[in-house]
């Protein structure tokens, strides 16, 4: 199917409405607080510092019976160390006074250090304005919203977490400058099982680094709504609907995302088709008019210089990598896709089996021509393309506007306007190859 | 029937517009839903010493919070925790003026309260 720009406009728009529901009214700027500027005047603290100890079972002197009751009675560079055990906890930390905290439960093997929401408590660990904090060894799951959730913030260790099952999304940074997410991984949550949003831009930027995650069975394996300064490297992303998805949205500030790189990891296999099942609660928006297109690695739907660079993709019935303009966003002028680059990445090619087997993409780049200085080069295996004749793609370096293709734009979003979300789906390669430990998902079943 | 309480109706309007001056207007609750991304209602008048309940959905929804921006003097600031399902936050608005909240996480997301004395 292919739409003319102004059907496809007048989709997008009345999706667009829809999605958005009743619109709050516009209030004055000045009632509402501007969002708090992460990395506040306080210094690092000069200590001494303590170690507080979260009791273990039958012990009842010298530590505290609960994780909070040990983080409340912290100080800025503190240690809290927690013992093996399940917690039935939401665990907040909270301004300057917890800054450089250190939460410490298993690093070895998080698993054993368990954060339980019992489908009651929202996150499990909760830091707002809170700088420089360390969370490292636990698992949290079955939480209403984030397992591990910072904001207002800068400087943080999120590192040896595994988050499951929660209502939102994995482990969450948002309104934060310079993290770092790393030896983690995030399933079966109903958004994202990683998601950075909304970086305030920066004069001297600070890069986040996201590094040996490992994230499936989630609607997303990255969300990155207005992310910037952000490396995704050396990780897997598999059995997602997306993959990774850096993405322009009106609901955060600072669009567009801008100046990440997604380099070095293996992103395959994201055909999970949730909309049939999924051990979660769909929310409403996504099963939207408007919906994901589920069996896409990597999509940047509005961004400004970002490379992704030397992945192996493979294996999407879909797109393997793909770049779209903002469509719905309202803010024309962070709209286009500007200065991002395609290169040197692998299609088609199964990475994780020892011969290296053939694992098709259906299309493995698509691109519709949007925007200016895009360019797209030195990738192998690349077989089906869209548009067919490439003639969107530039070879970098590029400058200049791009060719734009109508006819592109309408095949790239038709599959999100599809009422069947596998009715573009063509599965090259059928089954995919036997890799140890990883079994496809497409369709779930309890 | 129907035009019986429409007289009824209007007779309680009557009622309320004559109220003398001075007279204590009875505090109430009322119920905020926190949606993807708006709260309904959007606007709010309550009367002095009204309690508002903001309540997420039952089932699934993205992560929200109530904030707290410009208040009445004398009105003390709060901030809920973000949640996304199956909570809810109370708070008790004594001070008349007007209150804007905001969701921090989605900042088009605002509403407004208006607490008559």
């Given amino acids: ?446 | 029937v129907r035009r019986g309480l429409g007289v009824l109706v209007l007779t309680g309007v009557a009622a309320v517009a004559a109220a003398p001056a001075g007279a204590v207007r009875k505090p109430q609750r009322k119920v905020v839903t926190v949606n993807d991304n708006y709260y309904l209602p959007a606007k709010l008048t309550v009367n002095k010493g009204s309690t508002i309940v903001w309540r997420w959905p039952d089932d699934a929804g993205d992560v929200h919070d109530v904030k707290l921006g410009r208040h009445p003097k004398g009105a003390k600031g709060f901030w809920s925790e973000p949640g996304a399902a199956g909570y809810s936050f109370t708070r008790k608005l004594t001070v008349p003026g007007r209150y804007a909240i905001v969701c921090t996480l989605h900042e088009e997301m605002t509403m407004t309260i208006t607490v008559r004395s």
């Fill in chain 1, 1 to 446: 199917m292919s739409l003319t720009r102004i059907a496809l406009a007048t989709v997008v728009a009345a999706l667009g409405v829809a999605a958005l529901g009743v619109a709050a009214p516009a209030g004055a700027a000045t009632d509402y607080p501007p969002p708090t500027n992460p990395g506040g005047a306080k210094g690092k603290p000069k200590g001494p510092f303590k170690t507080r100890y979260v009791c273990e079972k039958k012990q009842g002197h010298g530590c505290f019976r609960t994780i909070q009751a040990a983080v409340d009675a912290a100080k800025a560079g503190d240690t809290v160390i927690v013992p093996d055990g399940t917690y039935k906890e939401a665990v907040r930390i909270s301004g300057a006074k917890k800054r450089y905290l250190k939460l410490l439960g298993n690093t070895e093997t998080p698993a054993r250090v368990v954060l339980q929401g019992s489908n009651k408590r929202q996150n499990g660990v909760f830091i707002n304005g809170a700088d420089h904090v360390t969370v490292k060894g636990f698992e949290a799951k079955n939480y209403r919203a984030n397992g591990f959730f910072i904001t207002n913030a800068t400087g943080y260790t999120f590192r040896n977490l595994v988050a499951t099952h929660t209502g939102t999304y994995g482990v969450y940074a948002f309104n934060t400058i310079g993290g770092s997410i790393i030896d983690s991984a995030a399933s079966e949550n109903n958004d994202s099982g990683f998601y950075i949003g909304q970086t305030p831009p920066q004069t001297k930027p600070v890069r986040s680094m996201v590094r040996n995650v490992s994230s499936y069975a989630n609607v997303l394996g990255f969300s990155g709504t207005n992310m910037r300064y952000v490396t995704i490297t050396k990780s897997l992303f598999f059995n997602n609907g997306l993959g990774i998805v850096p993405n322009a949205l009106d609901s955060e500030k600072y669009a567009p995302p801008e100046h990440n790189v997604i380099t070095n990891n293996e992103v395959f296999w994201n055909n999970f088709n949730y909309f049939l099942g999924a051990p979660f609660t769909l929310r409403e928006g996504a099963t939207g008019d408007l919906a994901y297109p589920v069996g896409t690695g990597i999509l940047l739907y509005g961004s400004r210089d970002t490379k992704v660079t030397n992945n192996r993709i493979f294996g999407h019935y879909l797109v393997g990598l793909g770049m779209v303009e903002a469509l719905t966003l309202k803010q024309d002028d962070a709209m286009d896709l500007v200065g991002n680059q395609f290169t040197e990445n692998s299609f088609g090619v199964n990475s994780m089996t020892t011969g290296n087997d053939t694992d098709r993409n259906n299309i493995d780049i698509a691109y519709d021509g949007n925007g200016s200085d895009n360019c797209i080069s030195g990738n192998t295996g690349v077989q089906v393309t869209i548009p067919a004749d490439q003639s969107t793609f530039a070879a970098c370096p590029f400058s200049g506007a791009n060719a734009f293709s109508q006819d592109a734009l309408g095949q790239m979003i038709a599959p999100a306007v599809a009422e069947d979300h596998e009715a573009y789906w063509v599965k090259r390669t059928a089954p995919h190859p036997t890799v140890d430990g990883f079994e496809p998902l497409e369709h779930y079943t309890p």
